[in-house]
């Protein structure tokens, strides 16, 4: 009978609870280890405990040499909102999601947001094209489409993330701005936030089953996959940042400015009519949507940056209280700033 006991504490269910509390130990540790920061605590410490922060560091505009400051020093000097920060640093590490939708900046989620985009369309795309570029045979078949595919996926993102800053930055702009826009809300944003991994999971699928590598390729191959690997989570994190965190700030915007007494709206639009005067660069920026052009077109024919478009389409819609291009078109035509000849219709 005591032999029986014994035995049984080795049973097969037996070894599976112990399984699980062995893997449930190992959760626990780590999550004593990527512990929920706070404003006190050093920024160093954040940087030392989880370094992929980094990369999220240069989105919110702070640089390194922050000494032994706490994250609410370091933000404050930095003008950037230290507990929107610390939701999106502590989601990425923990996936931490009990914070305060009435605390959180959609300014600074936006400045977060448009960094993003910045770093992955002018920093990490063209990186990795070059990675697989120099690892690939320019004469092997298979090696030409690969690049094929890594330039379709390419410009499906590129065309996601414009898309993103055309519509709902823009839309966000005006909200914080105060003036909501009744035929587009945050709503739309989730319903058309349309994923944009499947061509890099084909991509990847591809070169792991297909692509032969020798002695001299073999290594940097498994590190351009690596990459890919990477750069999904990264797309994959952001999307979440920004269907947790930013929709719900928008969202609470939004459900403000509903609330809003009708008279100060009133009041609002009666003195919106008193509109600034547009600079010289603006009125440059007015022509070219008037010709059709798009945001990179004129940032490129004017030599500036497309985020340089961007802002002063947001300084052109707050002087003038025109939003749509077909708006601006008419604002350009009326006060002889294009011929109507050169109007693209």
């Known amino acids: 009978m005591q032999e029986r006991e014994k035995n049984a504490n080795f049973a097969p269910e037996n070894m599976q609870t112990a399984a699980w509390q062995r893997t449930t130990q190992k959760k ?15 920024m160093a410490s954040i940087i030392s405990d989880n370094y992929n922060t980094l990369q999220s560091l240069g989105r919110f505009g702070i640089g390194l040499g922050f ?20 939701a999106i640093v502590n989601f990425t590490i923990n996936g931490w999601r009990d914070f305060d939708d009435d605390r959180l900046s959609a300014q600074t989620i936006l400045k977060f947001l448009r960094a993003s985009h910045d770093y992955y369309l002018d920093f990490q795309l063209p990186y990795l094209r070059r990675q697989l570029t120099d690892i690939l045979d320019k004469n092997d078949r ?7 595919l890594y ?16 519509t709902i930055f823009m839309y966000v702009d005006r909200l914080i701005d105060g003036y909501p ?31 032969p590598s ?5 290594n940097h191959l498994i590190q351009a996959l690596y990459n890919l690997y990477n750069n999904e989570e990264w797309l994959k994190i952001h999307a979440q940042i920004e269907e947790t965190i930013f929709v719900p700030a928008v969202r609470r915007i939004e459900q403000q ?3 809003s007494d009708v008279s100060q709206r009133i009041s609002r639009m009666i003195s919106s009519d008193k509109a600034e005067e547009l600079s010289e660069r603006e009125k440059e920026i007015v022509v070219g949507v008037a010709q059709g052009m798009s945001n990179k077109e004129i940032a490129d ?28 078109t008419i604002y350009a035509i009326v006060n002889n700033l294009v011929d109507i000849s050169d109007v693209r219709l």
């Open 28 to 42: 626990d540790i780590r999550m004593k280890v990527n512990k929920i920061y706070e404003d006190g605590d050093r």
């Open 67 to 86: 000494g032994e400051k706490t994250v609410g020093e370091v933000c404050a000097e930095q003008e950037v909102d230290s507990y929107t920060f610390l």
């Open 142 to 148: 298979l090696a030409t489409l690969i690049m094929r």
């Open 151 to 166: 330039d379709n996926y390419a410009h499906e993102v590129a065309d996601h993330m414009r898309h993103e800053e055309e």
């Open 181 to 211: 826009d009744t035929s587009y809300s945050i709503d739309n944003f989730i319903k058309n936030h349309r994923k944009t991994d499947k061509t890099l999971h084909e991509l990847k699928s591809i070169i792991i089953r297909y692509l």
């Open 214 to 218: 020798d002695s001299r390729t073999g």
């Open 257 to 259: 400015l509903r609330r």
């Open 301 to 328: 024919n004017l030599f500036i940056s497309l985020n340089t478009v961007v802002t002063h389409r947001r300084n052109i819609a707050r002087k003038l209280q025109i939003h749509s291009p077909a708006g601006l």
